[in-house]
C-alpha cells in the first residue's frame, strides 16, 4: 500500500492501472465485501513497447512476473505468457467487458462452508477463487441466495474437506432457473430486504458471511436480527416457490445435523464436532430436488438436448 501511494502521489493517471484485488477469503470474511489488496493491470496492453508509457509499473511486474515467465518450459501453452508476460495469466476480457455496462455483479467463493451471494462493483479485479455472474438484480439474488438453488448446488457440487465447492458449470449453467425471475417484483422485494438486513448485521456486529451464517445455522443462537434472517429467509423461499408455481409445497425448516453419528471424527482423525443446519427436512429437499430435475428434463427436451427418455442434466 505504501508503493501505491507512492506511486499516485507522483503521478495520479496511474490510479487506473493500480485496481482493488479481491478474493473468496474477503467476500466470505470482511463485514464490508471490501478488498485489502491491489494488482497492477496491463493485460489489455499488447505489445511490450507500449509499456514504456507506465514506466513505473513496468519496472516492477518486470523484475517480479518476467524471470518466471521466462523460465517457462517450451510448449504451445507457454508461447504466449513468455510473449506477453506483463499480462495476467488467465485474464477474462469478455467478462470484464460484459460487465463493464452493470452497475454490480453477483459472486460467490467457489469453496466455502456456505453457499452466500453477495455484490461488488464492476471495476475491480476478481480472484479466480470468486465465481462472478452476471445478475444485478435482487431479484436474481433472491433466488440463487434461496434454498430452492442450493439443494440444486447441494446435488452437483464438489467438496473440499466439509466445504462446499461450487462449479457454475455444475451448478449455475444446469439450474432451471425461472423465466421471467429478472423483472419478477416478488422476487426483487424479498432479495431487496433480505439483503439489506444481512448488510447491518455484517457491519453492526463486525462479522463476514462465514460467520452470519454460522449463526444462522446454529440453534442456539437467538439475536433477534439473527432470528429475522430466519424469517427474511423463508420468505424468500416462498416466493421463489411460488414462482415456479409450486405453492403447494409449504417452506418450513428446522435444524438438521449434518452428521449422523455425533462422535465421529473429521478426515485428520479429530473429534467432530456437531453442526447443524437450518434447512428443510428430507421431504420437502426431496420433492423441490424432484421437481427441478424434472424441469431441467422438459427444458432439455425443448432444445433437443436430449432424446426423449435420457434422464442426464440440461447443461
Known amino acids: 500500500l505504501a508503493l501505491r501511494d507512492h506511486i499516485l502521489s507522483r503521478d495520479s493517471r496511474y490510479a487506473s492501472r493500480i485496481l482493488p484485488y479481491i478474493g473468496g477469503d474477503e467476500v466470505n470474511s470482511s463485514p464490508s465485501l471490501l478488498p485489502h489488496r491491489y494488482v497492477i493491470f496491463l493485460s ?5 513497447s507500449e509499456l514504456d508509457h507506465w514506466p513505473m509499473l513496468a519496472d516492477i511486474v518486470r523484475t517480479k512476473v518476467k524471470p518466471g515467465r521466462d523460465a517457462l518450459g517450451e510448449n504451445p501453452n507457454n508461447t504466449p505468457l513468455k510473449r506477453r508476460w506483463w499480462a495476467y495469466q488467465a485474464h477474462r476480457p469478455e467478462l470484464y467487458q460484459r460487465i463493464a455496462r452493470c452497475k454490480q455483479v453477483l459472486v460467490n467463493a467457489r469453496v466455502s462452508s456456505h453457499l452466500a451471494f453477495a455484490f461488488l462493483p464492476t471495476s475491480w479485479i476478481y480472484s479466480e477463487m470468486l465465481n462472478v455472474f452476471e445478475i444485478e438484480s435482487f ?56 439483503y439489506g438486513l444481512r448488510s447491518q448485521l455484517m457491519m453492526r456486529e463486525d462479522k463476514g458471511l462465514t460467520s452470519i451464517y454460522n449463526w444462522f445455522h446454529d440453534p442456539d443462537c437467538e439475536y433477534p436480527n439473527v432470528l429475522r434472517l430466519r424469517e427474511l429467509h423463508d420468505e424468500m423461499d416462498r416466493n421463489v416457490l411460488h414462482s415456479y408455481g ?10 438438521v445435523p449434518e452428521f449422523e453419528d455425533e462422535g465421529g471424527e473429521d478426515e485428520n482423525g479429530r473429534p467432530r464436532r456437531k453442526k447443524y443446519r437450518y434447512r428443510w427436512p428430507d421431504e420437502i429437499h426431496d420433492e423441490v430436488l424432484t421437481r427441478l430435475l424434472e424441469l431441467n428434463r422438459q427444458r432439455a427436451l425443448e432444445e433437443g438436448q436430449l432424446p426423449t427418455e435420457s434422464p442426464v442434466f440440461a447443461g
Do not use: M
Not at 489489455?44 to 511490450?48: A, M
Not at 433472491?142 to 440444486?152: A, F, G, I, L, M
Not at 409450486?246 to 435444524?255: M, N, V, Y
Open 44 to 48: 489489455d496492453i499488447g505489445e511490450e
Open 246 to 255: 409450486w405453492t403447494d409445497i409449504q417452506s418450513r425448516c428446522e435444524f
Open 139 to 194: 431479484s436474481g439474488f433472491c433466488v440463487v441466495q434461496s434454498r430452492v438453488h442450493e439443494t440444486w448446488a447441494r446435488l452437483l457440487a464438489s467438496s473440499l474437506e466439509d466445504r462446499l465447492r461450487y462449479g457454475p458449470s455444475d451448478c449455475f449453467e444446469t439450474f432451471p432457473f425461472i423465466p421471467d425471475f429478472r423483472t419478477n417484483q416478488a422476487l426483487e422485494q424479498a432479495g431487496s430486504v433480505y
